[in-house]
């Protein structure tokens, strides 16, 4: 079998007393669509800030395709392919769909210079074809900031997949959204990242959406994976239903 695309090998942090990541060790496999549940205050996003480069931890490795990425800047990371997109989406709001987009492709080739027009430094049929993946290439042209909150988190999942990942860790993808929209949204990122081949992670409170877009599913109390498996495995794990999901029958 091929090895796992990240590996978390005893991974510690805290902030002053509070234990934030606790021996966490944890795999995941290309192709996995890994939904990671758990209260607020849990540690998923400190997790994800550890694999990622902005967080160092007090002890541990991570490994992203077999190269060990402990302490490497946020920007390296990105670079080996492991994006990742925020709880809050992090956009150029004063610009326009387009040139976000421009932005971050030439920040993957490394090509983001104040001397050089943005749009000459970037394939523009690949950010089209990017932004219609996504469903917005209608709206290429309007600035970031007025987006309504669903279309900023798919610009920022856009943006994201022009740095061409092999793996995103999504934090929270439909926060912010209505129930009503999460679903669409859902379906066009997962549908977009499926066909970039792109293996999946992503923070989500909604049972619905769990059960509905992941393959395996983590459960994170007070920084540890409690429970790691099948969704239906975990969904229905006691422990889970009473802790994380706040199910008062059990
Ligand atoms: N930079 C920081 N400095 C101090 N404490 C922090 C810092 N970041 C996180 N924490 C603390 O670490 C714990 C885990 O926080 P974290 O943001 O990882 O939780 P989370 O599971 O992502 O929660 P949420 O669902 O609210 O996003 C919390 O107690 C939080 O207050
Ligand atoms: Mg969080």
Redesign the pocket.
Known sequence: MSQPILVAKNVNLA??G?V?ADHINFELNAGERLAVI????????????ICTGY?RPNSGQIFFNGQEITGKTPRSIVRLGLGRSF?LPQLFVEHTVTQCMEISAAARMGNLSILKPLSKSVNSNEIMETLELVGLKEHANELAGALPEGHKKLLDVAMTLMLNPKLIIM??PTSGVSSDDKHALMALVMQALEERKVTSWF?E?DVDIVSQYATRVAA?IS?KIAADGAPSDVLNNLQIRKEVLGDISC
């Open positions: 902030f002053g509070v934030a758990g209260q607020n205050g849990a540690g998923k996003t400190t997790f994800i800030n967080l709880q934090d929270e923070v409170h994170w920084g």
